[in-house]
């Protein structure tokens, strides 16, 4: 299963961004989708949550207000528009499929955010 990844780049703060991740259809209607980041030198973490309905989503605190998870079941593809990007928010961000129906978890390749002035 290949989950591709794309929208990352260099922004300045206070810029937007959004990240895109396109899944294979069958794996995406069955999978809860999550966003994560791993910055240089720390673990990864989650950033942002969606229910494969869409019908709940979860935020880490530190990015609450500012980033906004999103699925479209009919492109098979999960957003996250993230706003007011703080340099702290610099990091490889990944996307991943938890498929239910199959108990196997997916990652995509990973794409760089950078905020710099």
């Known amino acids: 299963v290949q989950l591709v990844e794309s929208g990352g780049g260099l922004v300045q703060p206070g810029g937007s961004l959004r990240l895109s991740c396109t899944v294979s259809r069958f794996t995406f209607i069955n999978s809860h989708m999550s966003w994560h980041r791993q910055a240089p030198g720390k673990e990864r973490e989650l950033v942002a949550s969606i229910t494969k309905t869409g019908g709940t989503t979860n935020y880490a605190d530190s990015v609450k207000g500012r980033f906004s998870i999103s699925r479209d079941n009919a492109k098979s593809t999960v957003y996250l528009q993230m706003n007011s990007l703080k340099p702290e928010d610099t990091a490889v961000y990944y996307c991943?499929?938890?498929?239910?129906?199959?108990?196997?978890?997916?990652w995509g390749q990973g794409t760089q955010v950078t905020v710099s002035s």
């Open positions: 991943r499929a938890s498929d239910i129906w199959a108990d196997r978890t997916y």
